[in-house]
């Protein structure tokens, strides 16, 4: 099953880093249909043929994400949008 794994370094309160991935999820959500749900700093999300986490750390948001057979085909486009909203929301 193929995988995804981003880690990307910031220097943001956890408060405000939290709330940045809150974007994050918003835009995968609103692209992809992912649902997702908080716990502690990790929030979990879903959709059929993809599941993962975004970690909220003291010093770097780390992602991770299964895809499905289906949506093998899609790896390079979902890890770019994934790439882009953290370089845009943590620089």
Same mark, same amino acid.
């Given at each position: 099953m193929p995988s995804i794994h981003i880690r990307r370094p910031h220097q943001l309160p956890m408060a405000e880093a939290r709330a940045r991935v809150d974007q994050v999820a918003a835009r995968m959500q609103e692209k992809f249909g992912l649902a997702g749900e908080w716990? #502690?700093? /990790? *929030? #979990?999300?879903? &959709?059929? #043929? *993809?599941t993962g986490s975004i970690a909220v750390e003291r010093e770097a948001i780390e992602v991770q994400a299964r +895809? #499905? =057979? =289906? +949506? /093998?085909? *899609?790896?390079?486009?979902? @890890?770019? @949008?994934? &790439? &882009?909203k953290l370089e845009e929301l943590f620089a």
């Open positions: 716990q #502690g700093d /990790t *929030l #979990g999300f879903s &959709r059929p #043929g *993809l +895809l #499905g =057979m =289906m +949506l /093998t085909p *899609l790896k390079g486009v979902i @890890e770019q @949008e994934i &790439r &882009r």
